[in-house]
């Protein structure tokens, strides 16, 4: 598997911003579609953000849209969330995931299932 570390996750007050990184090793960056995920507790994991291997085509959840962006180097090998006017909803464990090849589309939300690859977790709280 693809090793992939999260970090930036903390908390933060409603309506302010945070973002996250994700380092990857292991397995080639620039092969994998990456996306960010999201689980609160006794909730399913969701995907709120994910972005093709050249930053061709990108996903965001309703919920998120044009509160959060989502960002790659390939370069770098690095991914980063960056999130704005937060809500005490975004409370959650946000994930780094990566996915050999998938295609993203604005309309199909990608699920846990697609992803091959995944990060240990940071969490991230929004008081009100």
């Known amino acids: 598997q693809m090793q992939l570390v999260e970090s930036g996750g903390g908390l933060v007050q409603a309506g302010g911003s945070l973002k996250l990184s994700c380092v990857a090793s292991g397995r080639p960056f620039n092969m994998h579609t990456m996306g960010w995920f999201r689980q609160a507790p006794g909730e399913d994991r969701e995907c709120v953000a994910a972005?093709?291997?050249?930053?061709?085509?990108?996903y965001y959840a309703d919920s998120v849209k044009g509160r959060f962006t989502i960002s790659r180097d390939n370069a770098k090998n690095m991914l980063w969330l960056e999130m704005g006017s937060l809500r005490p909803d975004d409370t959650a464990v946000y994930y780094c995931a990566a996915a050999p090849f998938l295609p993203i589309t604005t309309t199909r939300r990608p699920t846990a299932a697609d992803f091959t690859s995944w990060g240990q977790g940071t969490q991230v709280t929004v008081s009100s």
């Open positions: 972005m093709s291997i050249f930053e061709g085509a990108t």
